[in-house]
């Protein structure tokens, strides 16, 4: 199948309430102008250097996700454009992706990664690192990010009821934060889900997925 056809595919087999974040790592530009011109407008990278060459060749009407783990160090290039960071598992993340967006005058929305896997590999805050961060005084004084939901990945496995498990913990989370609102703070967002694990991941309440090889074909690491 096209890159069109299997991301009208998976698109067309969302729920309404799902975002679908098409993940675009390592793929050259010619392959997002092929998604583009199906109708997608949301990509996902997880290197901020990848993410900001394509950025600066594809039209402007595209939000860029970074989806990976980010460097505090490397901020600085994408605060200009980026339009959700899904992996901020860090207070001190938090900070400096504010005071970047600060100098842009701009308010960058953030998820806060979850662990939820097993592997002690997965980066992530767990329940009370989350509570702890998000009640702190240093936390509200952010005035240039938005934390408008959570992300997590789960384990790796052929096993169902783990993944399921692992998201509906995610899930439970969420449903916490409904009733904390604050300038800085609302939960809209549950980014859960990936090629392998999306179906179960909208099961267990996801709000976005992020999609990559079922989209653009399996990746090759140098
Ligand atoms: C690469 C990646 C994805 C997409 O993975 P696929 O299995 O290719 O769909 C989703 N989320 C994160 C954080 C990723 O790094």
């Not at 993410?51 to 009407?61: N, R």
């Not at 936390?139 to 783990?162: H, P, R």
């Not at 300038?183 to 996801?206: C, R």
């Amino acid at each position: 199948m096209s890159i069109k056809e299997s991301l009208l595919e998976i698109k067309n087999s969302l729920p309404d309430t799902v975002t679908l974040v098409a993940v675009s790592k390592t793929k050259p530009v010619s392959d997002l102008e092929e998604a583009y011109a199906a109708g997608q407008r949301i990509f996902g990278e997880n290197k901020i250097q990848e993410m900001t060459q394509k950025w600066e060749v594809m039209p402007k009407d595209i939000q860029w996700h970074m989806i990976g783990h980010v460097q505090t160090n490397k901020v600085k290039y994408m605060s200009e454009y980026v339009s959700l960071v899904h992996g901020v598992d860090s207070f001190k993340l938090l900070k400096e992706i504010n005071k970047q967006a600060k100098k842009h005058n701009r308010v960058i929305e953030c998820l806060l990664q979850m662990h939820i896997a097993e592997e002690s590999t997965k980066f992530g805050l767990n329940k009370s690192e989350l509570k702890d961060l998000i009640a702190s005084d240093d936390f509200k004084s952010l005035d240039n990010i938005k934390v408008t939901g959570l992300m997590g990945m789960a384990t790796f496995t052929e096993d169902t009821e783990q993944i399921k498990k692992e998201f509906g913990t995610l899930k439970q989370i969420y449903n916490t934060l409904q009733d904390i609102k604050s300038t800085n703070l609302d939960v809209k967002i549950l980014s859960m889900g990936m090629s392998g694990d999306y179906k179960l991941a909208i099961e267990q309440g996801s709000t976005m997925v992020r999609i990559g090889s079922s989209i653009f074909g399996s990746r090759n690491y140098l």
